[in-house]
């Protein structure tokens, strides 16, 4: 079945990495994604990796992927105070009509606390 | 600024009223897409147009009639609505519906459905 979780709440120390996990359950999914939720806000992409890549960096932000296990996480560098947000991991298939079908986690929501 | 954006950004209506949501995408996408985002449930899939034709429904209710006049704008049509309704409606676009496309979200409408 699809099935994406993830840990609902993290906080973290300021200037402290953040590792935020997540799991999947489809192996045939193409592509993962982290996106970001601020309050009052829509989804923001923050990057996304290809699934024959075990790592993808893009400046703080590190994606790491264990297909054997099915596992994906997003660490986060030097985490900011304007990094508190909700963040969403989500696995990419094609849905019935050939679409990009998008499958959400619960989101975790990242709490940065001085 | 994803380049998508949607309007009205809250509504509160009644359960006998009609009522419209408005998204538009300034991305020159092909694909335009809507969710349902509740408190403490996963983003859920409710539509897909690729090309202005519908490619999924995802089972939802006929109080909700989605429209895609042109690949640029997507509206989301609301009658006799329940109180469980209330949510977070969410417009995505892509550049296509494939699955190596990333989705771009607008900011949300906030619906409260009294």
């Known amino acids: 079945g699809e099935d994406v979780e993830q840990s609902l709440f993290l906080s973290v120390r300021e200037g402290d990495s953040s590792v935020i996990n997540c799991t999947y359950t489809?192996?045939?999914?193409?592509?993962l994604y982290w996106y970001k939720q601020e309050p009052g806000a829509g989804l923001q992409l923050l990057t996304y990796?290809?699934?024959?890549?075990d790592m993808k960096q893009d400046q703080r932000l590190t994606v790491l992927l264990n297909k054997k296990d099915k596992h994906l996480s997003l660490r986060i560098a030097d985490t900011q105070t304007g990094d508190s947000a909700i963040y969403f991991c989500?696995?990419?298939?094609?849905?019935?009509?050939?679409?990009?079908?998008?499958?959400f986690g619960a989101g975790t929501r990242l709490a940065v606390h001085p | 600024e994803t380049g998508v954006t949607q309007t009205p950004r809250h509504l509160v209506m009644g359960m006998t009223n009609k009522k419209s949501l408005k998204c538009e995408q300034h991305?020159?996408?092909?694909?335009m897409y809507w969710y349902k985002q509740s408190a403490k449930k996963p983003l859920e899939l409710m539509f897909v147009?690729?090309?202005?034709?519908?490619?999924e429904n995802n089972s939802v209710p006929s109080r909700f009639s989605p429209e895609c006049p042109n690949s640029s704008h997507l509206f989301l049509h609301l009658h006799t609505l329940q109180p469980e309704d209330s949510a977070l409606y969410l417009c995505?676009?892509?550049?296509?519906?494939?699955?190596?496309?990333?989705?771009?979200f607008g900011p949300g409408t906030r619906l409260t459905v009294t």
């Open positions: 995505a676009s892509s550049p296509l519906a494939g699955v190596s496309y990333e989705q771009y």
């Open positions: 489809d192996s045939s999914s193409t592509y």
């Open positions: 990796i290809f699934s024959n890549m």
């Open positions: 989500a696995e990419s298939m094609a849905g019935s009509g050939g679409y990009n079908k998008l499958i």
């Open positions: 991305l020159g996408h092909n694909a």
């Open positions: 147009y690729n090309f202005k034709e519908q490619t």
